[in-house]
């Protein structure tokens, strides 16, 4: 099981970018996948998840309405569209899956991403 992030970078201030988790070696269709970041210093947050079976979502209020979680189940990729970038969203992003619903504690994922570094700067 293996799950790769990809997309980040950096951006200025106002921008967007568009993350990607491909997953291989399970099938998406039972996983919740939740997207994560972690600046120095700070404890790993949970931004965005969607379930495996009834797309609901869930974005954390630090980002509400500057984030859209997607997946596709053919792909076998989960998507992160985040807009409106700010320079306190500097961080380490993870994309971590699990099974059943989504979960906005880190503990309960059994799979993560390596990281993409997202850097918003002038």
Same mark, same amino acid.
């Given at each position: @099981? %293996? !799950? ?5 970078? !950096?951006?200025?201030?106002?921008g ?10 399970f099938?998406l269709d039972?996983y919740?996948?939740?997207?994560f970041? %972690? ?10 998840c969607?379930?495996?079976?009834d ?5 954390a209020?630090s ?10 189940n @053919?792909k076998n ?11 306190e ?13 989504w979960s906005?504690?880190?503990?309960y994922?059994?799979?993560?991403? %390596?990281?993409?570094? @997202?850097?918003?700067?002038?």
């Amino acid at each position: @099981v %293996q !799950l790769q992030a990809s997309g980040g970078g !950096l951006v200025q201030p106002g921008g967007s970018l568009r993350l990607s988790c491909a997953m291989s070696g399970f099938t998406l269709d039972y996983y919740a996948i939740g997207w994560f970041r %972690q600046a120095p210093g700070k404890e790993r947050e949970g931004i965005a998840c969607i379930n495996s079976n009834d797309d609901s979502t869930f974005y954390a209020d630090s980002m509400k309405g500057r984030l859209l979680i997607s997946r596709d189940n @053919v792909k076998n990729t989960v998507y992160l569209q985040m807009n409106s970038l700010k320079p306190e969203d500097t961080a380490v992003y993870y994309c971590a899956a699990r099974p059943n619903g989504w979960s906005t504690t880190p503990l309960y994922y059994e799979y993560w991403g %390596q990281g993409t570094q @997202v850097t918003v700067s002038s």
